[in-house]
């Protein structure tokens, strides 16, 4: 990827930085002015790429709501207007889960469900519904309670969404993972970001790195690994996180381009929505397993920089691609997390049931390949869209287990 500005680069440190003085902080790296941004849609490359119009033609998400746990929801945006349902704010903050002085949150819900209406920003799964979860984030003005982002996962829990998006980062806590404990047991699917400081501390970052989260890092156009990407061995999935259109402040006065695996995230939970709006009898378990099972990695083992590669519904919606499989165990622990079916009848050798639960583990938990990292398939690139090489910083470095962080 191109080389950032100095200017950028420092931003990209400083919002790293801020998971160690805050419990939770955003997934971006940093925003540069969008040119033509009375016509947004024109910059989000990713859509055309993803064949969205294609798909959109067999799902849009409809009948989905996505929990955005961030810096608020603005629901008067005109891409939102009618987008957004009642949620709940936990940040302490002036206002409700409707004000959103950053900008984050609201460019989360906008590329996960936005309506695109008059240019603006359009969402892979624009029929899909957001609850918004405000928390006590960085730039949250007036934030003042001391939570640690267990409170926020537990609303987004209780609420009536089917899927958690989490582009957020910071330190683990034990209240965090009861939280997410709690909203598996209820059926929801999350997911988080990576991080972004893959170049300096390229620290674990958390939810991502809780085994049952769905953790995403990003991509650039070649399908490639984002130099700013956190990876490691928890990487799940990864996304479009490079060069996405996004509000530039907390004003929502004009879009700029953003990079993170904020943006990655919100991409993959689109995509998720899709899915499991296609197939609404499904488990979250199911819609991770054929996630899984239909991503883009050039290779039958997982990488620490891609994990199982980049999220293509198309190759369910449109192909009828990937097997859900079990929908009480979980493809990211192989651990039976649901109980909406009869269990089993347990079988008389110990080895044969730990064989059966190993099977309906995901792949991820194999040996991972011991060579330099290899490129997503790009398959799902429409012509045009250029092919790099390679990416220089990943020669030499060593594929891992399933999944990524961010900060």
């Not at 209780?158 to 958690?164: L, T, V």
């Not at 170049?199 to 156009?221: F, G, H, I, L, M």
């Not at 039958?300 to 519904?313: A, T």
Request: hydrophobic content about 35%.
């Amino acid at each position: 990827m191109a080389a950032r500005t100095r200017e950028h680069r420092t931003r990209h440190r400083l919002v790293a930085g801020m998971a160690l003085v805050g419990a939770w902080t955003l997934c971006l790296v940093g925003l540069a002015p969008a040119a033509g941004a009375e016509d947004i849609q024109a910059q989000e490359w990713h859509l055309k790429a993803m064949q969205a119009e294609k798909m959109w033609k067999v799902s849009t998400g409809k009948g989905i709501k996505v929990a955005v746990v961030d810096t608020g929801v603005d629901s008067s945006t005109r891409s939102l207007r009618g987008q957004v349902l009642p949620g709940k704010d936990v940040s302490g903050a002036p206002g409700d889960e409707t004000r959103d002085d950053v900008g984050h949150g609201t460019t989360m819900a906008e590329l996960i469900a936005g309506s695109g209406d008059g240019g603006t920003l359009k969402g892979l799964a624009p029929g899909a519904e957001i609850i918004p979860i405000r928390s006590n984030l960085k730039g949250v003005r007036g934030a003042t309670r001391d939570v640690t982002g267990a409170e926020a996962i537990r609303a987004a829990a209780d609420s009536d969404a089917q899927i958690i998006n989490l582009s957020v980062a910071g330190a683990p806590h034990p209240t965090t993972k009861r939280a997410i404990d709690y909203a598996v047991k209820k059926g929801k699917l999350l997911l988080s970001g990576t991080g972004n400081d893959a170049q300096e501390e390229n620290r674990e970052n958390y939810p991502a790195s809780y085994s049952d989260v769905v953790a995403v890092a990003a991509t650039d156009k070649t399908a490639e690994v984002a130099d700013f990407s956190n990876y490691g061995q928890h990487t799940v999935l990864a996304g479009p996180g490079v060069e996405i259109p996004a509000w530039c402040d907390g004003k929502k006065e004009e879009y700029c381009i953003d990079e993170g695996t904020s943006a990655a995230t919100a991409i993959a939970s689109a995509s998720a929505a899709l899915i499991w709006s296609h197939h609404p009898d499904w488990t979250a378990n199911q819609v991770i397993r054929v996630m899984i099972k239909t991503a883009g990695l050039k290779s039958d083992k997982p990488s620490k920089y891609l994990g199982f590669g980049e999220v293509r519904p198309r190759m369910n919606l449109l192909e009828g691609k990937g097997d859900p499989g079990d929908p009480d165990i979980s493809p990211l622990t192989g651990e039976r997390t649901l109980h909406t079916k009869e269990k089993e009848p347990e079988s008389d050798s110990e080895e044969s049931g730990k064989s059966n639960s190993n099977k309906n583990a995901a792949p991820n938990r194999g040996k991972m390949a011991d060579s330099k990292p290899e490129q997503s398939d790009t398959s799902w690139l429409l012509p045009g869209v250029g092919i790099a090489t390679g990416v220089a910083i990943l020669a030499g470095c060593a594929f891992t287990a399933v999944r990524l962080r961010r900060n």
